[in-house]
């Protein structure tokens, strides 16, 4: 006997567990030898990361999939893993080195460091993926890989040291994000713009050969800023070469305040005539502008930070070269050297007031990148990093998605890709880290590079280096050769490591065993689908592509399928400082997985965002309750699981209506799923479970259980049992623990289903029975208009109506006699009868062609009710011309946030569907 209720916080633990010691989810379990290929790469989670709204939206649909095209008997792989996430991590161990009292990473060294890390990894690191096991996540958990595990270093080694060979990677000294707080060069992901009230300030440069006067406009060029101190390292002055006020001074000189530097006025279409005084500050070596705008007109770049952001120029060579060592210079260096820099902003500021040179402040808002991780504003920083030549890579890439061997869904997201890719710049990918991995280069005596995929290989290269120039004797190179202590440093290793999204670059191979060619290789990749989220498609669903098409020379996957955002259920975005983050381990602790995937699925449509609230979800829960009742109502009523059913040999119309609608559903799902629309998926699932299964035919059934033959019954207790199977079938990837438990406890009596319900072939069902069908939605839309007139009209619940068919036709009379009794007893009729025009103050209706009509004299006020309706009307109208009004507002939709845009376009939708509706109800009463 089936338990009277659905518990999920019981159900789910124990079915994970069977799925657990079955080891279900293996690669190719379940699978026909030689079946086709199915695989998806799990995007990695860091390891320091736990279950948030957008890992439960991606994993869903990755589980959705993966499990529909399991039971359609493919060879499947859902490949999972961690990233390493180099900064996170660091992060996290220093912080708890910190909070024990225990040596810094810099006190306890490289080595022990590192191998502490490992420690933490092992103890606390990958909590995620046993929360995605939580959700229902059906990956190979028996080949969980690492991007720091010893089979992906080795593939990373390889990458580098073959792109390097090919004159793809090199060193360059470059404008990178750098964060001061974590001494290291960051990505654009790992940067957030935080909008700051600040200012901007003023100044007046001098122009060479001309006596300054703060009066006289003629004696310099006014430039703003919002980075006072940067100002220090300028070297040039932009101004459009179209801008008649400056197009004389083009090539003459400022002298720069404080500092004494002459530098070049130059003419750039970067500087745009209308804002401020049109004429910018170049601080090449602090701003990703300038730094352009310096290689176009070969201005020097001269960098005066630390690596902490505090200012440095006295001991500075490349501030100092060409300066004359002035008092006026003394002072500044005096002042600033050292200083940090909101310190010296606030000196320089001072100064450049006290010598006349500060023209005015304005208070300004504007938007600063920080680091995500260290929290404080990130410096665009010259340094000497590694490079990718992205631009090259990208190209073969680009040509992949152009010739549709890789598509993206929404198509879309295509021109996002291109934007991208098609401009794309030299990819930063070294970091000042030591968790991570350490860049296979050693650098000799006199700084020569030598990268090889081993130390032996690099000493081997060097030895034959300096043996060729000269450096050192054939005899030499043996001994240091043979005897590890006579080269001891020799070399000295690179101490960067990689940037993060390097290695998962190379996650939909090197999982699989590359460099080695493994079966499981030649088997699943290319892979078959990425499932990601948009603001990824730059860091890594690009750089896999260049990747993936360089080193295997295919595409990594066929299609990748772009999610939208999980956003509250006013719209708004997710965020700490909103108090608005909904964690889904909450949600699956009170509603459980599947409700929380169902709700997550049916709400995916492409192209838009999500907004998630847990009424829906405790909704979707009710679903499946009421899925649960419906299997105990069929238990308690004899119904036969497992039986072979033959739909042609149905006897009864109500049973091949039913076998049509599941036929019709099996076909909608499918396509659906087959074209990732999976919110239409579990959309046709949820109308044929709740609405025509339970709510009709099971209703209509009663009958048939109560009082039918022999036969009737025996064929509707087969149909019902059978189609209950096909349900869970076909619901198992929205909502799998549920169906893996209902499709066990209804095994037939006595015996055990032959698998587990996740390697059951997936329901294909080609019967269609028109007449049937017809025939049985056509009572079922009747009851429905008359339910719908009555909750309209206010018709008390209790009262029985009288319906009338206006001059039907044949087919008509004939369906209202042969359902004259679920009439009656499904839409609370006294009696249904034929006449030839509609009797006064009677409710029309309309279904499949025929008119009807509901007399309610006497069973309502219809003056009262007419009054009522005009009222309802006019408010919801009134709504409609407001809110209409306010969207036609050029500026309130422009300055409104987005979300509070959307809310209004929603709810003008919603009262003109009201007012429609209304109408509807009142033209009924005319």
């Not at 713009?193 to 006067?213: A, C, D, M, S, T």
């Not at 080193?551 to 299609?559: I, Q």
């Not at 376009?905 to 509807?920: Q, T």
Request: glycine share 6%; proline share 5%; with cysteine.
């Amino acid at each position: 006997m089936i338990e009277k209720t659905y518990d999920a916080a019981d159900i789910e633990p124990r079915i994970a567990e069977r799925w657990e010691s079955a080891n279900a989810f293996r690669s190719g379990a379940g699978a026909a030898p030689g079946a086709e290929a199915f695989s998806i790469v799990i995007p990695p989670p860091n390891v320091t990361g736990s279950l948030h709204m957008g890992h439960a939206l991606n994993d869903t649909l990755q589980d959705v999939l993966v499990r529909f095209e399991r039971m359609r008997g493919k060879n499947v792989l859902w490949q999972p893993g961690l990233d390493h996430a180099g900064i996170a991590t660091q992060m996290v161990v220093e912080r708890q080195l910190a909070q024990r009292g225990e040596p810094s990473r810099r006190d306890m060294g490289r080595e022990a460091f590192v191998e502490r890390v490992w420690q933490w990894k092992g103890e606390s690191g990958g909590t995620i993926l046993k929360q995605l096991r939580r959700l229902g996540a059906s990956c190979d958990w028996s080949r969980e890989r690492f991007t720091m595990d010893e089979g992906l270093s080795r593939a990373v080694r390889e990458v580098f040291v073959s792109l390097y060979k090919d004159g793809l990677i090199y060193k360059d000294k470059r404008l990178v994000n750098w964060d001061p707080k974590l001494l290291t060069a960051i990505s654009d992901l790992e940067v957030e713009q935080k909008e700051v009230k600040g200012h901007l300030w003023h100044f007046r440069y001098p122009i060479e050969g001309r006596v300054f006067n703060p009066e006289d406009s003629s004696t310099f060029i006014v430039v703003a800023t919002t980075r006072p101190e940067t100002m220090l390292g300028d070297t040039g002055v932009a101004v459009n070469p179209s801008d008649e006020r400056y197009q004389a001074l083009i090539g003459e000189k400022v002298i720069l305040p404080l500092v004494g530097r002459r530098i070049p006025i130059v003419g750039d279409d970067y500087a745009d005539p209308e804002a401020g005084s049109g004429a910018v500050k170049i601080t090449p070596a602090h701003d990703f502008n300038d730094f352009e705008v310096g290689k176009r007109n070969d201005l020097g770049r001269i960098n005066i930070l630390t690596i902490e952001a505090a200012v440095t120029l006295a001991g500075n060579p490349d501030f100092l070269e060409g300066l004359e060592r002035t008092d006026a210079l003394q002072r500044t260096i005096e002042a600033l050297d050292g200083q940090d820099r909101f310190l010296a902003r606030q000196r320089v500021v001072e100064m450049m007031e006290e010598g006349g040179y500060l023209a005015k402040i304005e208070d300004h808002v504007h938007m600063v990148p920080h680091g995500d991780r260290g929290g404080v504003p990130i410096e665009p920083f010259l340094t000497d990093q590694w490079y990718v030549d992205a631009a090259t890579l990208a190209k073969p890439a680009i040509e992949s998605v152009r010739a549709d061997r890789t598509r993206f869904v929404p198509k879309n997201w295509e021109k996002t890709y291109f934007d991208w890719m098609e401009n794309i710049q030299p990819w930063c990918i070294s970091r000042q880290l030591w968790w991570g991995h350490q860049i296979p280069a050693w650098y000799g005596p006199d700084g020569e590079v030598f990268v090889e995929k081993t130390e032996e290989e690099a000493v081997a290269a060097a030895l034959a280096h300096y043996v060729v120039n000269g450096t050192i004797t054939d005899e030499e190179a043996r001994v240091m050769a043979e005897d590890p202590a006579e080269r001891e440093g020799f070399l000295k290793r690179d101490e960067d490591v990689l940037d993060t999204w390097f290695s998962s670059a190379l996650w939909p191979f090197s999982t699989l065993g590359w460099p080695d060619q493994t079966p499981e290789l030649a088997t699943y990749y290319p892979t078959s689908v990425l499932v990601t989220g948009f603001d990824i498609i730059f860091f890594w669903v690009a750089r896999m592509m260049m990747m993936g098409t360089h080193f295997m020379k295919t595409e990594p996957f066929h299609t990748v399928y772009v999610h939208a955002l999980v956003r509250d259920k006013h719209g708004a975005k997710m965020s700490k400082s909103k108090g608005n983050v909904i964690d889904p381990l909450d949600l699956i602790d009170e509603f459980g997985a599947d409700a929380l995937r169902f709700t997550l699925a049916i709400m995916a449509a492409q192209g838009r965002d999500v907004k998630l609230d847990p009424q829906r979800i405790a909704g979707y829960r009710n679903f499946g309750t009421k899925l649960w009742n419906a299997t105990r109502f069929a238990e308690m009523n004899g119904v036969v699981h497992g039986a072979a059913v033959d739909p042609e040999k149905l006897t009864l119309p109500l049973n091949r209506w039913l076998m049509t609608e599941l036929g019709r559903t099996t076909a909608a799902v499918t396509t659906a799923l087959e074209t990732y629309r999976f919110n239409e998926a579990a959309g046709a699932l949820y109308r044929f479970v709740w609405n025509l299964f339970c709510d009709w035919y099971l209703e209509l059934s009663k009958p048939v259980f109560l009082e039918g033959d022999e036969a009737a019954q025996t064929e509707t207790r087969a149909v019902t049992g059978h189609v209950l199977d096909r349900i869970y079938a076909l619901l198992h990837p929205f909502m799998p623990f549920l169906t893996e438990e209902l499709w066990t406890v209804t095994a037939p009596t006595g015996a055990s289903r032959d698998a587990l319900l996740c390697h059951t072939r997936w329901p294909e069902l080609t019967f269609a029975d028109s007449q049937a069908a017809d025939d049985i939605n056509w009572l079922i839309d009747l009851v429905s208009e008359i339910r719908s007139v009555r909750a309209e009209m206010n018709v008390p619940a209790s009262a029985e109506a009288a319906l009338v068919a206006i001059r039907p036709e044949p087919l008509v009379v004939e369906r209202l006699e042969r359902h004259d009794a679920a009439l009656k007893r499904l839409a609370r009729l006294s009696s249904v009868s034929i006449v030839e025009g509609a009797p006064l103050q009677s409710a029309q209706i309309i279904v499949g062609g025929a008119t009807f009509a509901l007399p309610l004299e006497g069973m309502i006020d219809i003056a009262a009710e007419r009054a009522r309706l005009d009222k309802a009307l006019k408010k919801a109208n009134d709504e409609v011309g407001r809110i209409e009004k306010k969207l036609g507002n050029e500026k309130f939709v422009a300055n409104a946030k987005e979300e509070v845009v959307e809310q209004e376009r929603e709810k003008l939708e919603s009262y003109r569907a009201e007012a429609a509706k209304l109408e509807v109800a009142r033209q009924r009463l005319a």
